[in-house]
């Protein structure tokens, strides 16, 4: 995600009128003192941060922002976001859900050779500055109250309030002018994003960044590891991937008009580039139905632009990829193991992929009666390998090398970004489960930290442990200089973590002024898979920043 403080463009606003608002929910978090977090999550809806006393962050997508009274900030569904308000003294935010509906919906069924967005365009993101926390306070203040009425008539009054909330929030984006607030890259790359169907020129971009074109070309391939041009090529590209889903049934020359190429054989070839197949053999493989008997090998899936046609109910990115592709089209697999085969058989998968020793080699047999079926044996394959594996035994091996290239040069670009900041010294990272604490080597984020970003673990650390523990003590007489927990969400671990969190500011200050110790929450952290790899490898810069 970008920081989108910038004027959005003038069309978003002329959809307005095509548009209904359904709230949700609405919230309040209201602490005199401390911390109040918004714990990680995928979001399902559209979402309005409003702080109204206090300040904090937010992070979006592993893109840190500043999050403060004076502004409101919007997030959109599929988005993966934490929000911490921090600081002494009263401090109140709060958070409101909704939907967006449009009459696009019905008019694409008159029109089905009109690509459709995969999300309706709520017209602004990121954070919006308004003119009176005031304002929004008795806003919010009333909605909160007619939404708890029984009476259906007051509710109703909630959501006309709410529409007034809306209106004074794209007033206020409306009259915005371009700010500093990113960085002129950043403001580059947004414009991109915004504009990616439009004829895009380096002169026109360098304008955009307020730099000259041989600076801007030198910079952005710095910041980015790619040129702009690149950067625009792999994101119209990414964008015609998901209109080829089975479920979008739209034309190759729509798809390709709609997403910027006129030339349709360009358009063919552009996007072998990038993917590493053509594009009818990636629609043709799109309409493969594959289905997954653990919840492990959803991420490998989702880095293949693959949504599982059966996978385990009970795994949490089943709702995430649900709400993020919009699909209602993945049937939840029971846990018993002969239910499982009833459902496979009845289904047809073409293929179905298990993970040892959750799937039996007994069991094997069974499924590759019903479909080809392979088993990833997560002890003997590191994440890359798995992802290849997985990617050859469903016809995706070009992706998954294509995936793997793109993740390479991400890496490489944010390493760069590091060795300009304030060095970083020595990093330990572990997980607290009750009053165990875990060292974090092989099979693990450590691999992104160490292996691919370089970083140096601290002396304790011993790579070659898969189950190395440490004391307290041994922990904080370390010589770490930065710290990352995992924390499980237990009482046991909980109270743990706060003790660590005392123990804090006993350690010296950091030259920088960032944060020595940060933590995250097991899910989806724990994942090893490319999926959650690449979240770790976009996190990297933000996760020590102060947010005091």
Not at 91 to 109: A, G, P, T
Not at 141 to 147: D, H, N, P, R
Not at 171 to 188: K, Y
Request: some cysteine.
């Amino acid at each position: 995600m970008n920081d989108k403080d910038s004027l959005p463009p003038s069309e978003a606003f002329g959809e307005l009128d095509q548009m209904w608002f359904r709230l949700r929910s609405i919230t309040h978090g209201s602490r005199s003192g401390g911390e109040w977090p918004l714990r990680l999550q995928f979001l399902e809806s559209y979402m309005l941060l409003i702080p109204i006393m206090g300040q904090g962050s937010i992070t979006v997508d592993g893109k840190y922002c500043e999050l403060k009274a004076g502004s409101v900030f919007v997030c959109q569904p599929g988005q993966l976001i934490e929000a911490l308000l921090t600081g002494t003294g009263e401090q109140s935010v709060y958070i409101l859900r909704f939907d967006v509906y449009s009459q696009h919906s019905m008019l694409e069924e008159q029109q089905p050779s009109r690509p459709a967005e995969t999300h309706l365009p709520f017209p602004v993101e990121g954070a919006i500055p308004i003119q009176s926390t005031i304002t929004y306070s008795k806003l919010c203040e009333s909605i909160t109250g007619y939404m708890g009425s029984l009476n259906p008539l007051q509710r109703l009054l909630a959501q006309s309030r709410f529409y007034e909330l809306l209106y004074s929030l794209l007033s206020s984006a409306r009259q915005m002018q371009p700010t500093d607030t990113g960085t002129s890259m950043e403001r580059a790359m947004l414009y991109i994003e915004q504009h990616y169907r439009e004829d895009l020129s380096i002169s026109l971009l360098a304008a955009e960044a307020g730099t000259s074109i041989r600076h801007f070309i030198r910079l952005f391939k710095q910041t980015y590891g790619l040129s702009a041009i690149e950067y625009l090529t792999e994101y119209r590209i990414r964008q015609a991937r998901r209109l080829m889903l089975p479920q979008t049934n739209y034309e190759l020359k729509d798809i390709a008009a709609y997403v910027g190429y006129k030339d349709v054989p360009y358009f063919r070839r552009k996007f072998k580039q990038i993917t590493g197949v053509a594009p009818a053999t990636f629609m043709r493989n799109a309409k493969l139905k594959i289905a997954v008997c653990h919840g492990s090998l959803i991420g490998a899936l989702l880095s293949l632009n693959i949504i599982p046609c059966a996978a385990p109910a009970d795994h949490p990115w089943a709702e995430y990829y649900r709400r993020k592709y919009e699909t209602d089209a993945v049937l939840p697999l029971a846990r018993e193991e002969s239910l499982q085969l009833q459902q496979l058989t009845v289904l047809r998968a073409d293929y179905i992929l298990g993970l040892e020793p959750a799937v039996s080699r007994r069991m094997l047999p069974q499924l590759q009666a019903i479909a080809p079926a392979f088993l990833v044996s997560p002890l003997q394959k590191d994440w890359r390998t798995q992802l290849q594996f997985i990617g050859e035994c469903v016809g995706r091996a070009p992706e998954a090398a294509s995936w793997l290239r793109n993740y390479e040069r991400k890496a490489k670009s944010i390493r760069a970004k590091l060795a300009q900041g304030p060095a970083m010294g020595k990093l330990l990272l572990a997980r607290i489960s009750g009053q165990s604490i875990t060292v974090l080597s092989t099979r693990s984020l450590a691999e992104v930290f160490y292996d691919d970003l370089h970083f140096i673990p601290a002396s304790v650390v011993d790579l070659r442990l898969s189950n190395q523990t440490l004391t307290p003590e041994e922990l904080w007489s370390s010589d770490a200089d930065k710290l990352l927990f995992i924390v499980d969400e237990d009482a046991a671990s909980q109270a743990a973590w706060s003790a660590f969190r005392d123990r804090e500011s006993l350690l010296p200050p950091d030259p920088a002024g960032l944060s020595r110790v940060a933590h995250l929450p097991p899910y989806p952290w724990t994942e090893y898979n490319s999926f959650t790899q690449e979240l770790v490898l976009d996190s990297a810069l933000t996760l020590w920043r102060n947010r005091t």
